[in-house]
């Protein structure tokens, strides 16, 4: 039986970044066992529907790399893709279990189910449930007589319907990452499988689809593992064959804690795909980074592609502890794949960044000349345009912390400097020259290195730190850098 897995979001917002890992983890699982990797849209809560959400689903997973098999821009056998489109088939599916005894159509209202509660409670219950003992004294087609629980379907009566829980049974099963599972169901409610809005429950849809759209493995996060007795309850109730579940770890804040959008918020981590992607960070990047965040292959490698990830994952190396997102982690990773890249891969990259920032980049000789110099210095690829912006426009403003580092004496140096430079030929201004011309200065003023040096770079590109100054002064040309000397004279001294 070939391996099926399921990415299966609810567009109620953008993809949220563990919701990218769980996506990950089924993807690199398909992968590895030359399986399937479907999406499916879980979109049955309409209050919480969101319209663009499943485009930003979609265009997430595409820039991380992930190519879906099937789903609701990749039509396959088993569609519709979208819950929303299978409603009769839930129906269908519900009346069917309503036949065979495991479920029954329930007409209480919120006030009379509330009621129970009341009553359960003041009679010592801390836990009140529409259970096996309750289900008894409500209304619903198990204690009504039978023609009027027709009566009040034809007449359009308001009705939903319940699993009927077994009392007191033990479910117990296999999750390949957790061992065995077991749950008592003497606390459960008799799950709700269709509401009185017609669609169906989280529970009833889950399951119908992952049946019907024979997926063999459900993995998914570990928030979800409550839900899964119900559902295991739910596939004897139908006779058919649970799939193999797994359930991932959480993912952890570095403070402690799960990592909700507050917590990341606050500790400066983006939460939403869609703001790696604006953030500029290195797709090949934060897949590596994520493929650790709760498994690892064994050994102490770190840098794997995505399709050496895919012939390493299995989910027996997956842990069952929580998961710390640690971004300088992720850091390292984009440096590295930033490192990796080629100069002509990150040009036009660059290139489109700058000029949205309203640089002008030259001719790409030039722009292939200032990657050089930045490649080594980079992390994230938005800063060639931040570190390297004097390179496309003298400095406007002049850095406050380099400004600390500029002196009384700066002037002088700054000065002495441009004397030399000056005298130097178009053709002779080189980086070496204008090297040696530094270290005249620094022997005729009997000063250190850095006293000549910081003043000329801050002059020259703004900055108190940056790429390797010379062959920077180079780039710039003469007619530039005296320039902007004059200009910093002028402003500075
Ligand atoms: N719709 C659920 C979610 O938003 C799916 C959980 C599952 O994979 O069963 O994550």
Redesign the pocket.
């Given at each position: 039986m070939s391996v099926r897995v399921r990415f299966?979001?609810?567009p109620t917002g953008f993809l949220h970044i563990g919701g990218l890992r769980t996506a990950l983890y089924n993807y690199l699982f398909a992968r590895h066992h030359g399986g399937t990797f479907v999406l499916r849209i879980?979109d049955t809560d309409q209050s919480r529907y969101v319209e663009d959400a499943e485009a930003d689903i979609i265009r997430s997973l595409e820039w991380a790399g992930m190519t879906i098999d099937e789903g609701p821009n990749a039509p396959g056998d088993v569609g519709p893709y979208r819950q929303s489109e299978r409603k009769a088939m839930y129906h269908e599916y519900a009346k069917q279990l309503i036949e065979s005894g495991n479920a029954y159509y329930a007409f209480d209202t919120t006030e009379e189910i509330d009621e129970m509660r009341e009553r359960l409670k003041a009679s010592g219950n801390p836990s009140p449930k529409y259970d096996s003992i309750t289900r008894q004294s409500m209304k619903n087609s198990l204690t009504l007589p039978q023609d009027e629980v027709e009566r009040r379907l034809e007449a359009g009566e308001e009705y939903v319907v319940r699993l009927k829980v077994p009392r007191r049974e033990t479910v117990k099963f296999e999750d390949l990452i957790r061992g065995i599972v077991s749950f008592d169901t003497a606390g459960l409610d008799d799950q709700v499988l269709l509401k009185s809005d017609g669609m169906p429950t989280?529970h009833l849809a889950?399951v119908v689809d992952d049946h019907t759209m024979n997926i063999t493995h459900?993995i998914?996060g570990e928030e979800?593992l409550s839900s899964a007795p119900k559902h295991i309850l739910l596939y004897q109730a139908f006779g058919w064959e649970a799939p193999t579940m797994a359930h991932l770890p959480l993912i952890m804040s570095p403070s402690g804690g799960k990592l909700s959008k507050r917590k990341a918020e606050s500790e400066g981590i983006p939460v939403n795909t869609k703001d790696y992607i604006s953030g500029n960070y290195e797709p090949e990047a934060l897949i590596n980074f994520l493929a650790y965040l709760g498994w690892s292959p064994g050994d102490d490698s770190e840098i794997h592609d995505m399709k050496e990830l895919c012939e390493l994952f299995t989910l027996d190396r997956v842990s069952k502890g929580g998961a710390v997102f640690n971004h300088k982690k992720l850091m390292w990773y984009n440096e590295h794949y930033i490192r990796e890249a080629s100069i002509e891969d990150l040009q036009p990259r660059v290139k489109a960044l700058a000029e949205a920032a309203g640089y002008d980049t030259k001719d790409d000789a030039y722009l292939n000349t200032v990657l050089g110099l930045l490649h080594e210095r980079v992390s994230k690829v938005d800063e060639f345009v931040e570190m390297g912006s004097f390179f496309f426009e003298a400095p406007k403003e002049y850095d406050e912390k380099a400004l600390k580092k500029w002196k009384d004496d700066s002037p002088g140096m700054v000065k002495a400097y441009q004397e030399k430079v000056s005298a130097l030929a178009e053709e002779e201004f080189k980086a070496a020259n204008l090297k040696a011309a530094l270290e005249a200065v620094v022997a005729e003023q009997e000063v250190g290195f850095g006293k000549v040096m910081m003043p000329v770079r801050i002059a020259t590109t703004g900055q108190g730190f940056g790429p390797d100054l010379f062959p920077a002064l180079e780039l710039l040309g003469k007619d530039e850098v005296l320039a902007r000397i004059e200009t910093a004279l002028e402003r500075l001294a």
């Open positions: 299966a979001p609810s879980e989280y889950n459900v998914r979800w």
